[in-house]
């Protein structure tokens, strides 16, 4: 690779231990893809997490005096202090946690710890140059934004927020952003948890490409677009696609396929969907708690969770979970939808994750959820998956059929 | 009787020398899912479950599920003492450098020969990633 003057100096150390590390990395994974270069990057999203792995990275980088140059935001971890008060989490495990979440401080990270942050605290531009790790968040800011960023890992996500730079490779290189199959949706689209299911088909189905989307009866909203996003990047690894019309990169088909003809084709129907949904439930019956929130709710969200339990009970015998973002929880606060939620009985929980260490008391439970993401991460042992108004009733009724 | 030895050139992703018996996977490997004390591979349906990785040379296409999964994986196994002494891998992407930066083993692919044909298991394989070099002795 040819490397400036002053990535030399870093890489001998001019800039300190952690940075030399962090460009050490990138550098491996530069030489890797034969990247000719570096180029400045300008946001980053590092999808932390309270795991082993990812604290000997942190810790590496924090302890060796290095500080993000870029806005880099994290992923969740868990709230500690909610859930002290709760539930018991394992000493080693909260300990780990607590070292992951100070050692992002040291680095002068923002503490967003939310796995949306493209939504409100680190906001690309159309065409802006970044390092975004985290499933919902690398197609989300590829394809809805029309921002450049490879599928990171969070420990090059952080280390490009530390350098400020990312080799050149992938996504960043225009022709290896072409479309690679055409995907025909026939399917009706009739909710928001359709288009969750036809994205956990289209990355189940196509596995890794760029699959481009025609025929949908209607544009997807915003929350229809972070589930796409989050289902298509967990059953495959779909760093990006288009909905021509409705992403902003490429207004026609041709145009997504940057004139070639699509290398496959496929269709969607109901057909397909129905099934994919089928294929999710491992039980039915009753149920010990619902999680909803992953990828983390939007206001929206939250605001229909409160309009679906206003004035109703959960059930005794289960648990009830939205997790979300700081600044969403806050503003939900303030317009009373947090007290709702909580007048039922359920919870509205904040930095935290459904695949972090703190679930332990699930792991023989059936837990119902909106997210076949959060099911296939599963710390627990029955699932199912529904519709968010499935996951409130059976909240109410304690089983679902 | 005269051993067979060959030596191959190959392109380094993270430096360092390793060696060992070989353990060929024709099917990507998540080290999420092997057991964290021992290197035995615990995913049932995989071609080398029940087979032990610790310190072997491992020959596979390539990484496969979540950076947080891979990574936290791969860093139990070294913990434990555990882990592959090299990799030599097909396709490289961008989670399996990370989990091999953070460990420190070393990490070649773009062998001159394809690997697998080259390399079988049981093979006594020495990687010098800085030099470029992979040597199989049988």
Sequence with gaps: MNLTREEERILKGEFGEGTQRALELLVAIGEAYDAEKMVPVTRAHAASSGQEGDLYFVELLANGGAFCRIPTTTNPVYDLDYFDSLFEIPKGEAEVARRVMEAYRRLGAILSWSCTPYMTE?????????????????????????????????????????????????????????????VRVNA???????????????????????????????????????????????????????????????????????????????????????????????????????????????????????????????????????????????????????????????????DTCIDEPCWTMYKGKVGMTDSPKCAYYRRFKEAIVSRLQDCTEAAVKGRWE | MKNLEITLKCHKIIGGYGEGEALVSHEPICFYLTDPKTGIVRERTHELAGKNLANKVLVFP??????????????????????????????????????????????????ERDPFEAIRTGDFVRVDSEKGIVTITR
């Design chain 2, 62 to 111: 390539s990484g496969k599920a979540s950076s947080v999964v891979q990574i936290d994986g791969l860093f139990k196994l070294a913990s434990n003492k555990v882990a592959p002494k090299a990799m030599i891998v097909k396709d490289v992407e961008t989670v399996l450098i990370v989990s091999a930066f953070i460990v420190k083993v070393p990490l070649v692919d773009k062998l």
């Design chain 1, 122 to 182: 680190n906001i690309p531009l159309y065409g802006e140059t970044v390092a975004f790790s985290e499933s919902s968040a690398t197609p989300y800011v590829n394809s809805v934004i029309g921002a450049r960023t490879n599928r990171e890992a969070a420990q090059s996500a952080l280390a490009s927020g530390v350098v400020g730079k990312t080799p050149k490779y992938g996504l960043h290189i225009r022709e290896n952003r072409k479309g690679t199959v055409l």
């Design chain 1, 188 to 350: 009706t689209l009739k909710d928001e948890f359709d288009c969750t299911l036809l994205g956990y088909y289209v990355g189940k189905r196509i596995g890794y490409g760029i699959p481009v989307l025609t025929g949908m009866s209607r544009p997807p909203n915003t929350e229809e677009l972070i589930n796409f996003c989050a289902m298509s990047n967990t059953s495959g690894a779909i760093s990006m696609f288009y909905i021509p019309g409705c992403t902003v990169e490429a207004t026609t088909v041709e145009e997504a396929f940057q004139g070639d003809a699509p290398g496959d084709r496929i269709e969607v129907t109901d057909n397909e969907l129905e099934e994919i949904y089928e294929e999710l439930q491992t039980t039915s019956g009753r149920i010990d708690f619902v999680m909803l929130g992953c990828p983390h709710y939007t206001f929206n969200q939250v605001e229909k969770v409160a309009g679906l339990l206003n004035g109703k009970k959960v059930h005794d015998g289960v648990s009830f979970w939205v997790c979300t973002s700081a600044t969403t929880k806050a503003l939900a606060q303030r317009s009373g939808y947090v007290d709702i939620i909580e007048a039922a009985g359920g919870h509205v929980v904040v």
